[in-house]
Antibody, heavy 118, light 108 residues
Framework: QVQLVQSGGGVVQPGGSLRLSCAASGFNLNIDGMHWVRQAPGKGLEWVAFLRHDGTTKYYADSVKGRFTISRDNSKSTLYVQMDSLRAEDTAVYYC???????????WGKGTTVTVSS | EIVLTQSPGTLSLSPGERAALSCRASQSVSTNYFAWYQQKPGQAPRLIIYAASSRATGVPDRFSGGGSGTDFTLTIDRLEPEDFAVYYCQQHGGSLWTFGQGTKVEIK
């Protein structure tokens, strides 16, 4: 059974850093691409970052480019996003998501909440 | 960046009625790269339609997707109580993925 278990959310001050983790089971991270998608309180969905299955390609939304870094550790079957220089507008529920057919979001983690506030 | 605009913002319907949701793209989108998601309160979204008209695994056949180019639709025939939720359209182009702002289907 494909499952994504997320951890690492919390409250951080503006300008601070946080790393989110997403442990995958039931499939290999090096076979499927993975995404991070976020949802600000009461708002819609916003794609954040993508990591290609072979690790060769990373894409980022303009809103996080240069501040967030997506990565993975195949030995731990875990996806990460390192979030630096956090801003109030980064406050959201962050979902890790397994890619489907290269274009879609198939399996979603339960989400982890990040709050950027002083 | 392709912008997706969904309408209406809220759809108030009764169980058993048909829901018709619209998603308009600012530029032409390949049907191969277009999808719809359902999100219920407190839950992660769920993929329901991909490649514009293909139902994801386990999705009832009362859900159907259509359209091409810049205009796409999601139709839900005979609304069931569990169908009342927020629906998002999504597209992939180049190195970006974008979502519409969502349509809430609520019980009238």
């Amino acid at each position: 059974q494909v499952q994504l278990v997320q951890s690492g959310g919390g409250v951080v001050q503006p300008g601070g850093s946080l790393r989110l983790s997403c442990a995958a089971s039931g499939f290999n991270l090096n076979i499927d691409g993975m995404h991070w998608v976020r949802q600000a309180p009461g708002k819609g969905l916003e794609w954040v970052a993508f990591l290609r299955h072979d690790g060769t390609t990373k894409y980022y939304a303009d809103s996080v480019k240069g501040r967030f870094t997506i990565s993975r550790d195949n030995s731990k079957s875990t996806l990460y996003v390192q979030m630096d220089s956090l801003r109030a507008e980064d406050t959201a529920v962050y979902y890790c998501v397994k890619n489907y057919l290269g274009y879609f979001f198939e399996v979603w983690g339960k989400g982890t909440t990040v709050t950027v506030s002083s | 960046e392709i912008v997706l605009t969904q309408s209406p913002g809220t759809l108030s319907l009764s169980p058993g009625e048909r829901a018709a949701l619209s998603c308009r793209a600012s530029q032409s989108v390949s049907t191969n790269y277009f999808a719809w998601y359902q999100q219920k309160p407190g839950q992660a979204p769920r993929l329901i339609i991909y490649a514009a008209s293909s139902r994801a695994t386990g999705v009832p056949d009362r859900f159907s997707g259509g359209g091409s180019g810049t205009d796409f639709t999601l139709t839900i025939d005979r609304l069931e109580p569990e169908d009342f939720a927020v629906y998002y359209c999504q597209q992939h182009g180049g190195s970006l993925w974008t979502f519409g702002q969502g349509t809430k289907v609520e019980i009238k």
